[in-house]
């Protein structure tokens, strides 16, 4: 099983949009539509921000939007804010047998 | 509002067997709608899905720990429970406990983590 592919660093400065990229496989990514990400700031647990690609639960704010092309699906921070700063994970449903696979982690950083 | 809580010990000798309990409050874990998963973060890394169980008590591991992990519910006291045998200084990390959402398979729900070293 291997972890999804996710850049180590992303930084922006406020107002401006910054997008994390998760590059996965066939087997997990490019097969199915139950792509999420979670971000955790220091010392906290992980918290879901965008669920099945796009969706957002209810309370997370409309300046995160999620897509995915083929194997890769993407995060999209806009009118990026002091507050985004955080470290974000991508994650997979990988199908009956792997079933859940996560990404490195980017950290974003506020300028 | 449902809540969740591991406990277990927070050191564990090597070679020696981690049993972890994750306690839920404000739903039932036998509910067919969601199931229920241990993730972990070692200091300073990313996280790591550890494993996932369904009310059915069907079971899905990652396969590089799939030899030492094991993961069961106990419906009547509504928790499940994690056990991680054969532990090494590697296994150190803060384990969390979630609960996914059968049609989205995401996790929604987030236990605070509990530390557990890996240590003589």
């Known amino acids: 099983q291997s972890a999804l592919t996710q850049p180590a660093s992303v930084s922006g400065s406020p107002g401006q949009s910054i997008t994390i990229s998760c590059t996965g496989a066939?087997?997990?990514?490019?097969?199915?539509?139950?792509v999420s990400w979670y971000q955790q700031h220091p010392g906290k647990a992980p918290k879901v921000m965008i669920y099945?690609?796009?969706e957002r639960p209810s309370g997370v704010s409309n300046r995160f939007s999620g897509s995915k092309s083929g194997n890769t699906a993407s995060l999209t921070i806009s009118g990026l804010q002091a507050e985004d700063e955080a470290d974000y994970y991508c994650?997979?449903?990988?199908?009956?047998?792997?079933?859940?696979?996560f990404g490195g982690g980017t950290k974003v950083t506020v300028l | 509002q449902l809540q969740l809580q591991e406990s277990g010990p927070g050191l564990v000798k090597p070679s020696e067997t981690l049993s972890l309990t994750c306690t839920v409050s404000?739903?039932?874990?036998?509910?067919?709608?969601?199931?229920w998963g241990w993730i972990r973060q070692p200091p300073g890394k990313g996280l790591e899905w550890i494993g996932s169980?369904?009310?059915?008590?069907?079971?899905h591991y990652n396969p590089s720990l799939k030899n030492r992990v094991s993961i069961s519910l106990d419906t009547s006291r509504n928790y499940f429970s994690l056990i991680l045998s054969s532990v090494t200084a590697a296994d150190t990390a803060v384990y969390y406990c979630?609960?996914?959402?059968?049609?989205?398979?995401?996790?929604?729900?987030w236990g605070q983590g509990t530390t557990v070293t890996v240590s003589s």
């Open positions: 979630a609960r996914g959402g059968f049609y989205y398979y995401a996790l929604d729900v």
């Open positions: 066939s087997s997990d990514v490019g097969s199915y539509k139950f």
């Open positions: 169980i369904f009310y059915s008590g069907s079971t």
């Open positions: 099945e690609v796009s």
């Open positions: 404000g739903a039932s874990i036998s509910s067919s709608t969601y199931y």
């Open positions: 994650c997979s449903y990988a199908g009956s047998g792997t079933f859940s696979v």
